[in-house]
């Protein structure tokens, strides 16, 4: 029976992924799961995203689901490779889990003239290393920098984005990533919440500098999957819906996911 593509994230963040996805693919359903009553990943050792990630995706399929996307960065640096790799075939060989890392590495290659690229992410997905890995995978020549910015998702959740103490945390990692290479000229945006600070972020870049946001990059992935899928695209149903869920209260959810989707939402409570 056809189900909705489910979009996981730790939290809040996917929900940025998400409002591209719907925005490329609105006549797809989709069922957001956020796991705020355990959020933030970015901070958790790998063992413990692996084991969360896994209960989310098990819950996902129980609900319908043939594909998944990991919206959240910790998760498909810690726990996609071994879900694909370990779980999947003895879950259901059939059913796809993906990522957001290897869409977003898939392009720097032609946007990148000086081949230094750089990475700010959680302490979680920098530490990793996945983006060096996957971008070496396709491009052996780039070097890539990685910069933690462990401030920058508590500063987004609570409204700092746009705040005098966000300039001081944005400009503290834009200099650290700039010192570590003065000649990068790429930069992803390797975690969820940072398009929400892509304004500050932008004021203390060097404007030579390109940004690569994730929503469209992800957005333009899935749709040109699903086009080269059709036996995974006639898995899909189709009727413009949206649906969403939470681990934490959804009250409280709904106030702030706002913020990060841009339209009103009303999510439901999940235990995993
Ligand atoms: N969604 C996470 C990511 O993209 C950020 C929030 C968290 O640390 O859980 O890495």
């Not at 203390?204 to 036996?231: M, N, T």
Request: a negative charge.
């Amino acid at each position: 029976m056809p189900g909705p593509i489910g979009v996981f994230d730790s939290g809040y963040g996917g929900l940025t992924i998400l409002r591209d996805l719907v925005n490329s693919l609105p006549q797809h359903n989709f069922i957001y799961l956020g796991d705020n009553a355990r959020t933030p990943y970015g901070t958790r050792s790998f063992d413990v995203v692996l084991e969360y990630t896994l209960e989310a995706v098990t819950r996902l399929f129980e609900m319908g689901c043939h594909l998944i996307i990991l919206a959240c960065n910790t998760a498909s640096a810690k726990a996609l490779r071994t879900i694909q790799q370990k779980h999947l075939p003895v879950i259901d060989p059939d059913r796809r889990v993906l990522g957001v890392i290897r869409p977003s590495v898939e392009m720097v290659g032609d946007i990148t003239h000086t081949k230094h690229v750089g990475v700010f992410g959680t302490t979680g997905t920098i530490q990793s290393e996945s983006y060096p890995i996957e971008i070496h995978k396709l491009h052996p020549d780039i070097s890539v920098t990685g910069e933690a910015c462990p401030m920058w998702v508590p500063l987004v959740e609570n409204g700092e984005a746009d705040s005098p103490g966000a300039e001081y945390f944005v400009k503290q990692h834009i200099n650290a990533l700039m010192e570590k290479d003065a000649e990068v000229d790429t930069i992803i945006l390797g975690c969820t919440h940072y398009p929400l600070l892509i304004r500050k972020i932008k004021s203390f870049l060097p404007s030579h500098i390109e940004i690569v946001s994730q929503g469209p990059v992800v957005a333009a992935s899935l749709k040109d999957y699903l086009g080269r899928h059709p036996e995974m695209d006639e898995k899909i149903s189709k009727s413009g819906h949206v649906e969403f869920f939470t681990t934490e209260n959804p009250d409280k959810f709904n106030g702030l996911a706002n913020l990060f989707y841009n339209e009103p939402i009303r999510a439901r409570h999940i235990t995993l």
